[in-house]
């Protein structure tokens, strides 16, 4: 049993504070020893700036996109970080005040102007954040900062210069991405975002960006929507953050938190409403799961799969087995959104307030569904699933529906195994042992945890005072096993000399091998990439 451990000098608080860009990279102080095949960079995105001028940001998702780059060359390690150029950023800077509303803070009309120009910006439609905060991937042979609107930003991995905004409706009929793709062995990057189909009825579009193009020409020019999925409500699509993808299938998981399209639309004209305005949950759907075939694509529309509400943000993995989609996901119980919990006004609170706070909350879970391919009418009210190694179940109802109740494989009172990762090239769509995931303690992040999805065993790296980041895993050049390879985290330890550090741990164990320091505080990070 996990004792988690308490926080009662509120260091945590520094990860939600406003830093400075550098110039150049800093060098870092290493101790331990780096793995000598680890030469490349890590890539981290996530907020830097928390206020303009006097007006803060309220949410976690609303400080502007910091990229962050760890240089790892023959045992010696730089740090450098960059604010991206986005619009939002850079007129928030020209004009010394939040200009583009983000996900949970308003921007209001500028007071300069009169009432006419204020009255005609109405007009020129919803200004849209291209605040790219959330991850970073490549596409093709370029990289893309990315939050979850349509706007994506090209970013030099190098320089870390800002490149170009580029419009994702320009080419797809979504009116977003998220900012958890799945790429395919030929480099084929797959999406899934929401889109206004006919009649002003709702979809969800899955998309595919081709691999980089032999005559250098860019692949997102070429993306196509391969299927759309339905939605359970005409104007109210579900919030979505990640997908499953196998050799064959799409999973989509449909959850009780939607979006209010007529709210949206009617509050943009009214100042002051943000993108958290417009959620709402739905207290009496539950959670449907959706299927798709990948190739040739469709909709498998007589499978109806449905279980009790949870809100989703991150798949762990998917994958088939004997006629069977196993589905992986970091589940929080209910309908009740996470995100109302993760306004930075709570997560700076007194440690006993944070604790408080989420008391409150949905509860965090590692959750596996078990999904059958194949439904025989005749086998109404008995368990479809005969896999033997698992626990859930899939009954077919009357009514033609399936219900899932998942195996449990992992549950600790509000200590979530959250932003998990899997040996990717190896594991993405197979059947497999581990994931790896930060751990957080009330919504505070505080340990690294790995996990065996077979046998439920768990591993933790933990130090006082100390706040990491997802663990990037970095596969060991040549090797066959599943978790040969090091866990990658930046680990924040306010306070310290040197407070922020690279931290380098063998994924087997969990035990370090090396880390790096520098003399700079560094701010949560949320997803990134390795980039060898």
């Not at 000598?36 to 890539?43: A, D, E, P, V």
Request: net charge negative; aromatic share 12%; glycine share 6%.
């Amino acid at each position: 049993v996990y004792v988690f451990v308490e926080h009662p000098a509120a260091g945590y608080r520094k990860i939600f504070e406003t830093v400075e860009e550098l110039n150049e990279p800093i060098p870092a102080e290493v101790t331990g020893v780096m793995p000598s095949w680890l030469g490349g960079s890590l890539l981290r995105m996530g907020p830097g700036l928390f206020e303009v001028g006097d007006e803060p940001f309220y949410h976690l998702f609303d400080g502007q996109a910091l990229m962050h780059k760890f240089d790892l060359k023959s045992g010696q390690v730089t740090y450098y970080r960059k604010f991206i150029r986005t619009d939002a950023y850079v007129r928030a800077m020209t004009e010394n005040r939040v200009v583009i509303s983000e996900f949970g803070t308003a921007a209001y009309p500028d007071p300069c102007k009169n009432i006419f120009s204020r009255f005609f910006t109405y007009f020129r439609g919803i200004e849209v954040t291209d605040n790219c905060l959330v991850n970073i991937y490549p596409i093709g042979e370029d990289f893309y900062a990315v939050t979850e609107t349509n706007y994506i930003t090209k970013v030099d991995p190098d320089s870390l210069e800002t490149l170009s905004k580029v419009d994702l409706c320009k080419y797809l009929s979504v009116n977003g991405v998220t900012a958890h793709p799945h790429v395919d062995a030929d480099g084929a990057v797959y999406n899934i975002g929401n889109c206004f189909g006919k009649n002003m009825s709702l979809a969800y579009n899955i998309v595919k960006i081709p691999p980089a193009q032999k005559d250098k020409s860019d692949p997102i020019e070429k993306s196509q929507v391969v299927v759309q999925l339905p939605s359970s409500e005409r104007l109210k699509p579900s919030y979505m953050h990640s997908f499953g993808m196998t050799d064959n299938y799409f999973v989509f998981v449909e959850q009780p938190v939607k979006i209010n399209l007529l709210k949206f639309l009617s509050s943009w004209s009214i100042t002051g409403a943000t993108y958290m305005d417009c959620f709402e949950s739905n207290d009496s759907m539950g959670t449907w799961f959706h299927l798709a075939t990948k190739d040739p694509a469709g909709y498998v529309s007589s499978h109806k799969f449905r279980t009790s509400a949870f809100n989703l943000f991150h798949h762990i993995n998917t994958y088939e087995d004997e006629g069977f989609i196993v589905v992986d996901l970091c589940a929080w119980k209910g309908h009740d959104f996470v995100y109302n919990y993760l306004y930075l006004a709570n997560l700076k609170q007194e440690w006993e307030e944070v604790k408080k706070a989420a008391m409150r909350a949905p509860q965090p879970e590692v959750r596996r569904y078990v999904l059958p391919l194949d439904i025989h009418r005749e086998e109404q009210g008995r368990n479809l699933v005969s896999l033997s190694y698992t626990t859930a179940t899939a009954v077919l109802h009357r009514d033609g529906t399936i219900w899932l109740e998942p195996e449990v494989l992992y549950s600790c009172p509000r200590q979530a195994f959250e932003f998990p990762q899997i040996n990717y090239s190896l594991c993405r769509g197979k059947k497999y042992s581990f994931a790896y995931g930060l751990g957080l303690n009330h919504f505070i992040p505080d340990r690294i945890v790995k996990l065996n999805v077979q046998t439920k065993e768990t591993w933790v790296w933990q130090e006082e005072e100390c706040y990491p980041s997802e663990p990037l895993f970095v596969p060991t050049p040549g090797a066959a096993e599943e978790d040969a390879g090091v866990l990658l985290s930046i680990v924040v330890k306010p306070g310290a000399e040197r407070p922020g550090f690279l931290l380098v741990l063998d994924a087997m164990t969990l035990t370090e091998l090396a880390r790096a320091e520098v003399s700079t505080i560094i701010p949560v990070t949320l997803h990134g990439m390795y980039k060898p």
